[in-house]
């Protein structure tokens, strides 16, 4: 019997708000594995289009499992999904791995995250045009927020110099390239699971950044043994587990949300930085930081995104 408390509209309400509050959790734990990304990516012992496809080859045996363990608990029902869509994420995917790989070898990594974080603002604005969905006005105060918050993180490791400028032009680049994959797997998730998406987009990237590999002449093997530890850990831990997580989210989070809270990237850094390498934190940086998360936090606790009637 129906608990009469609870009306089938509320009870649809307590349901799409558990899958929300699943999504962020998802998203935000997934930031926070690949924020270590830029670290392995200066530690690997071959190039940076190498490492890319190194990153996504070795990625590919644990997320092979991970749907076939996910066939098996759906009795066989992976999804379908809309094959253009997939074959998009892959295709951004890579680009985007291409420019940052690039970038973050040039110029600072303060300069790299700051401007590759201009995701969500991309990201808001492609969704307006394209999928008819506009933000609400919380949602443009929240965003505001958070790059502001972002900026005063860097602010202590930001430097402008010239010879740097080609990898601050990457990394900006890169923010659209990560956008246009984020929108491309959230309309991918809508028909297909988490695992399947990622599988599929992970197997179109990796030939992809073969080709880049080979048309920059870097070399493809690590001298040594040791050489493959940071390229299996930017595999299997920041690909397979931490995109792996943030594919998820996608299918429960909208876009824009979903690219706001992938912010806390810089933050899980910032920390990382302090922890490893005994970089201190200035009282600007850690006032960003607090602003961060109070503005990630406004930013799933309402509805952020409304659709327009076509």
């Known amino acids: 019997m129906a608990d009469p408390a609870i009306t089938p509209p509320a009870a649809e309400t307590i349901a799409a708000r558990r899958s929300m509050l699943i999504g962020v959790a998802a998203l935000l734990a997934g930031a926070c594995i690949i924020a270590f990304a830029a670290i392995l990516v200066k530690a690997s012992p071959v190039g940076p289009q190498a490492t890319a496809f190194w990153r996504l080859t070795l990625a590919l045996p644990a997320l092979a499992l991970w749907l076939a363990l996910y066939r098996r608990q759906a009795g066989g029902a992976p999804g379908s999904p809309d094959m253009r869509f997939i074959v998009l994420a892959g295709l951004f995917f890579a680009g985007d791995l291409a420019f940052w790989h690039a970038g973050i070898l040039i110029t600072t990594a303060a300069n790299a995250t700051l ?65 246009a994959y984020i929108l491309a797997a959230r309309k991918a998730r809508e028909r297909a699971s988490a695992p399947r998406v990622m599988f599929l987009s992970t197997l179109i990237a990796a030939p992809i950044a073969l080709i880049i590999t080979l048309a920059f002449g870097e070399d493809l093997l690590p001298a040594t043994a040791e050489g493959w530890i940071p390229l ?79």
């Open 115 to 179: 401007l590759a974080n201009l995701t969500p603002i991309i990201v808001a604005l492609a969704g307006w045009i394209f999928f008819k969905e506009t933000v609400t006005r919380r949602f443009i105060v929240v965003c505001a927020v958070v790059m502001t918050g972002a900026g005063l993180l860097s602010a202590g490791n930001l430097a402008i110099d010239p010879d740097r400028l080609g990898g601050d032009l990457l990394s900006v680049i890169t923010a659209f390239w990560y956008a």
């Open 232 to 310: 299996i850990l930017l595999g299997v831990v920041v690909h397979g587990l931490g995109q792996g997580a943030i594919m998820f989210g996608l299918g429960r989070v909208p876009a824009p949300v979903a690219a706001l809270l992938i912010l806390i990237q810089p933050v899980v850094a910032a920390i990382a930085g302090w922890v490893i390498f005994d970089e201190a934190l200035s009282t600007i940086q850690l006032a960003g930081a607090g602003i961060i998360l109070a503005g990630l936090y406004a930013a799933q606790a309402r509805p952020a995104v409304r659709t327009r009637p076509r």
